[in-house]
């Protein structure tokens, strides 16, 4: 059977009893039914896993207590920060999921031309704390400890001008370069993909003049989740650990 993992937000230490977070306290006792002496993996980012058993349950209140501190590390040796233009529906949610799945470092939404989602600094807030619980979800089902970095949602003009010494790619059907032609740096690569829609000419020029290298995925248009997921994936065969 697998083992329950869960994220808690504050320090752990092994032999240490500690009170799980409010959002774990309602999936584990409300969804998932969990009872004293449940075993589970804790972590909190900092690169280790934490074996605990659960010793007490109540309604809004579930204490753990933590057997051991685990060095294991499941991440890539391949640093990728996605730039996702933002789409409406689940699609962005969809990408920011299987994304950190396939273990991306950094996401940055970016708000593009074809950005149809305007909100005030609240909501957008509340979308980014929507979107850190699916990260945090992605990293409890895929068994990461170090939680990808979410940034906060910026014009792709901005994003574009960032220093980096990553290399930048993106995609276009009508280059002649493929992911196999690529010399990948240590630092690893930022890549750029389009919202539904895509991008337009204009922001493919800008990317072009921010030094973006555009690369061929294929003879089909895909959409932006698909484009995304195939592009990590293929990196990730490429110079990582798939």
């Not at 006792?29 to 896993?49: C, E, M, S, Y």
């Not at 010793?55 to 501190?69: H, L, M, N, S, T």
């Not at 850190?132 to 895929?142: F, N, V």
């Amino acid at each position: 059977m697998r083992v329950i993992r869960v994220f808690h937000p504050d320090l752990l230490a092994a032999e240490t009893d500690i009170q799980l977070s409010e959002d774990a306290c309602h999936h584990l006792a409300t969804v998932l039914k969990i009872r004293n002496g449940q075993p589970l993996v804790l972590f909190n980012g900092d690169g280790n896993d934490y074996p605990a058993q659960v010793i007490d349950v109540q309604k809004r209140k579930i204490v753990a207590r933590v057997e051991a501190k685990l060095g294991l590390s499941p991440e890539s040796p391949l640093a990728i920060h996605l730039g996702q233009g933002i789409s409406k529906g689940d699609r962005m949610d969809f990408v920011l999921q299987k994304s950190v799945e396939l273990g991306v470092t950094e996401i940055t939404p970016l708000i593009t031309e074809r950005c149809n989602i305007k909100l005030n600094a609240e909501r957008w807030e509340k979308k980014h704390q929507q979107w850190q619980k699916i990260i945090i979800g992605a990293c409890e089902q895929s068994g990461r400890n170090v939680l990808p970095v979410l940034h906060p949602p910026v014009e792709l003009n901005q994003w574009l001008a960032q220093s980096t010494s990553q290399i930048r790619l993106t995609l276009d059907p009508r280059s002649e370069k493929r992911f196999s032609d690529i010399h990948m740096p240590q630092a690893g690569c930022r890549l750029l993909i389009g919202p539904e829609g895509g991008l337009t000419d204009q922001e493919v020029y800008q990317s072009e003049q921010a030094g973006f290298d555009a690369v061929l995925l294929g003879p089909r248009i895909l959409r932006t989740e698909t484009a995304a997921l195939t592009s990590i994936s293929i990196l990730q065969s490429h110079f990582g650990d798939l």
